[in-house]
């Protein structure tokens, strides 16, 4: 789904990250379950609701929609766009951007860039932790 139709452009997760998801469940759809995958680059929008942990090798992105809800999981990508709810544990290896209508209670980790716009809520320890160690005295 093109970053056009999202509610609040991002500003921080790549656009062409978002424009080459090629996974989705729909809006009034839930899944319940398990969902990981070592294929690159590969992409997930969630509209409907999600019970259960999704893991997205390299270069993947998932991006949780206005009407999206991920309920007591876990869930990691290299970039992550949240517009709607999440309860459970975010662990962005690159990029997590909460935009002005996400709401997450749960625990961050994110390796690189974290973006919070203005009216996301957000409840939960965050934590930076970059992909490879920085030097000391950095």
Do not use: C, W
Not at 32 to 53: A, F, K, Q, V
Request: no cysteine; proline share 6%; aromatic share 2%.
């Amino acid at each position: 789904m093109p970053a056009s139709d999202t509610l609040t452009p991002s500003r921080l997760v790549p656009a062409e990250r978002l424009d080459a998801i090629n996974s989705r469940i729909a809006e009034d759809a839930v899944f319940d379950g398990s969902l990981s995958t070592t294929e690159p680059d590969l992409g997930l929008r969630i509209d409907g609701t999600l019970h259960g942990p999704v893991y997205l090798g390299m270069g993947g992105t998932i991006h949780i929609g206005p009407k999206g809800v991920v309920l007591d999981t876990v869930i990691e990508a290299d970039h992550i766009l949240i517009e709607g709810q999440v309860r459970g544990t975010v662990l962005a290896r690159q990029t997590l951007e909460l935009t002005g209508t996400a709401s997450l209670l749960g625990d961050v980790v994110y390796g690189t860039l974290l973006d919070v716009h203005a009216g996301a809520k957000l409840r939960g320890r965050i934590e930076y932790r970059p992909l490879v160690d920085e030097p000391e005295g950095a």
